[in-house]
């Protein structure tokens, strides 16, 4: 009886892999029926049950998932050869269950309308608009460097701790719901990852655990980083599992927040894409615009990149390219190069909306 139940576990994973598949082509019902029906009560239950917990629950659950499988090999390290079809059933229908759940509880977000389409914007742009937004990033990035440290040129260090920022962090969703009501935020789950320094190995800043919710931050990335790479795992809790589209989001909701620190590493945030985007295009023009940057803004921007540097290893490039495979497999066709399309939503929210 036990081994037909599994059979009929393992033997699911077609029919709902097709379903999948079948829904992908449907954005507006999913858009409708889940990232605004279904998808925002399992996201607040998980929140509200997981988010008082001080540390990650699903990253304990992960390190116990692993220990219990590597048991589970070397316990049936014999069975695997002499019943091989029954070992394979548990394997697959263990799979079957864990791709179920993960697309109930997150990951049919994948397949939701484009935000664009949502917000009326446009998903081009012209080179001379990507120009005019990214002087326009400049002026006000530059102004709050100024506020913040004076006619100084040295990098900002952000004096909040990082537990502090991310306690900080749900009062810019909290801004940004007067404007776009969606977008509204609580309760808040995010913590820092207890995997932190293999997630700096693997050249990862944070991630949202799709299975309990909770947004995971890498406690070793620099201060300066935090308070966007916080809100951007944040969007993903809203249902925008697109990286672009969270990029987008949690730029705004750090440029929106009340702390002077939050605007600036978000309108930073949003001037680096421009700028790494006019550097493809232009180089000449990219050394221009840089030359006309407060030197302390790329001083930040080179900390971020010194400290990533620090951590290069042979493995990131190859979980890179796993990472980028797993986005192509979620309608992300560009993979990891989908991040640099945060720029046309950038330039033309600019556009209709004041720096």
Same mark, same amino acid.
């Given at each position: 009886?036990?081994?037909?139940?599994?059979?009929?576990?393992?033997?699911?994973?077609?029919?709902?892999?097709?379903?999948?598949?079948?829904?992908?082509? %449907?954005?507006?019902?999913?858009?409708?029926?889940?990232?605004?029906?279904?998808?925002?009560?399992?996201?607040?239950? &998980?929140?509200?049950?997981?988010?008082?917990?001080?540390?990650?629950?699903?990253?304990?659950?992960?390190?116990?998932?692993?220990?219990?499988?590597?048991?589970?090999? %070397?316990?049936?390290?014999?069975?695997?050869?002499?019943?091989?079809?029954?070992?394979?059933?548990?394997?697959?229908?263990?799979?079957?269950?864990?791709?179920?759940? &993960?697309?109930?509880?997150?990951?049919?977000?994948?397949?939701?309308?484009?935000?664009?389409?949502?917000?009326?914007?446009?998903?081009?742009?012209?080179?001379?608009?990507?120009?005019?937004?990214?002087?326009?990033?400049?002026?006000?990035?530059?102004?709050?460097?100024?506020?913040?440290?004076?006619?100084?040129?040295?990098?900002?260090?952000?004096?909040?701790?990082?537990?502090?920022?991310?306690?900080?962090?749900?009062?810019?969703?909290?801004?940004?719901?007067?404007?776009?009501?969606?977008?509204?935020?609580?309760?808040?789950?995010?913590?820092?990852?207890?995997?932190?320094?293999?997630?700096?190995?693997?050249?990862?800043?944070?991630?949202?655990?799709?299975?309990?919710?909770?947004?995971?931050?890498?406690?070793?990335?620099?201060?300066?980083?935090?308070?966007?790479?916080?809100?951007?795992?944040?969007?993903?809790?809203?249902?925008?599992?697109?990286?672009?589209?969270?990029?987008?989001?949690?730029?705004?909701?750090?440029?929106?927040?009340?702390?002077?620190?939050?605007?600036?590493?978000?309108?930073?945030?949003?001037?680096?894409?421009?700028?790494?985007?006019?550097?493809?295009?232009?180089?000449?023009?990219?050394?221009?615009?840089?030359?006309?940057?407060?030197?302390?803004?790329?001083?930040?921007?080179?900390?971020?990149?010194?400290?990533?540097?620090?951590?290069?290893?042979?493995?990131?490039?190859?979980?890179?390219?796993?990472?980028?495979?797993?986005?192509?497999?979620?309608?992300?066709?560009?993979?990891?190069?989908?991040?640099?399309?945060?720029?046309?939503?950038?330039?033309?929210?600019?556009?209709?909306?004041?720096?």
């Amino acid at each position: 009886m036990l081994k037909n139940i599994k059979l009929g576990i393992a033997l699911s994973i077609i029919p709902q892999y097709l379903l999948i598949k079948w829904l992908s082509g %449907y954005p507006e019902f999913i858009e409708t029926y889940y990232s605004n029906g279904f998808y925002p009560i399992i996201s607040k239950i &998980f929140r509200y049950t997981l988010g008082w917990i001080p540390f990650s629950f699903g990253d304990l659950v992960y390190a116990l998932a692993i220990i219990y499988i590597i048991r589970w090999f %070397y316990v049936n390290r014999k069975r695997i050869i002499k019943d091989t079809k029954h070992w394979v059933i548990d394997v697959v229908s263990a799979v079957s269950i864990i791709y179920f759940a &993960f697309h109930l509880f997150w990951a049919l977000n994948y397949y939701r309308l484009p935000l664009h389409k949502n917000l009326n914007l446009k998903a081009n742009y012209t080179t001379e608009q990507l120009i005019s937004v990214t002087k326009n990033l400049i002026q006000k990035s530059n102004s709050i460097y100024f506020e913040i440290a004076g006619n100084d040129t040295l990098k900002i260090d952000i004096p909040h701790s990082k537990s502090t920022v991310l306690k900080l962090a749900p009062l810019g969703y909290e801004r940004l719901k007067n404007t776009f009501p969606h977008l509204e935020y609580h309760p808040k789950s995010v913590k820092k990852s207890l995997f932190s320094y293999p997630l700096t190995y693997m050249g990862f800043s944070g991630y949202l655990n799709p299975l309990t919710n909770e947004a995971q931050i890498d406690a070793m990335i620099p201060i300066y980083l935090f308070p966007t790479t916080t809100s951007h795992e944040m969007a993903h809790q809203l249902g925008y599992a697109a990286e672009n589209e969270a990029n987008f989001i949690g730029c705004l909701a750090a440029i929106n927040h009340d702390d002077i620190y939050f605007k600036y590493s978000g309108y930073t945030f949003a001037l680096r894409f421009c700028l790494n985007e006019i550097f493809k295009r232009d180089e000449a023009l990219f050394e221009e615009l840089c030359s006309i940057t407060n030197k302390g803004i790329l001083y930040n921007y080179k900390e971020a990149r010194d400290f990533w540097d620090a951590y290069d290893n042979p493995l990131e490039p190859l979980l890179k390219i796993t990472y980028s495979s797993y986005l192509k497999a979620n309608k992300q066709a560009k993979g990891m190069e989908s991040y640099s399309y945060v720029v046309a939503l950038l330039v033309n929210y600019f556009e209709k909306n004041s720096i």
